[in-house]
């Protein structure tokens, strides 16, 4: 993969807090900058995922009225927890 170089301004306060951790994990203040901001990146894009995906899910009740009660939602979920495998509930009007 290739890299480009950025750059990055950084206050006192953080820039201090990087050297340190990169001291105390035996890493460089590079490394643990890259790693900080791929971390972020990918919660960040797990997080908007799952955003895009709620507001798809509230357009489709919206249009269809189909749904599952949060009784049924919370049984499903507690034989998953069981262990065991088995299809979320039917979605009804």
């Known amino acids: ?19 340190r951790l990169a001291v105390a994990q035996r890493r460089s203040p590079h ?14 894009e797990k997080r908007e ?12 009740y919206q249009t269809t009225g189909l749904h599952i009660t949060a009784t ?5 979920l507690a034989k998953l927890e069981a262990g065991e495998d088995v299809e979320p509930p039917e979605c009804h009007g």
């Open 49 to 60: 995922q799952f955003r895009q995906s709620a507001i798809a899910a509230w357009s489709d």
């Open 31 to 44: 490394w643990i900058m890259r790693e900080a901001i791929a971390q972020y990146v990918e919660r960040e």
């Open 1 to 19: 993969m290739a890299a480009s170089t950025t750059s990055l301004k950084l206050d006192d306060e953080i820039k201090g807090k990087v050297q």
């Open 72 to 76: 049924e939602a919370d049984a499903w």
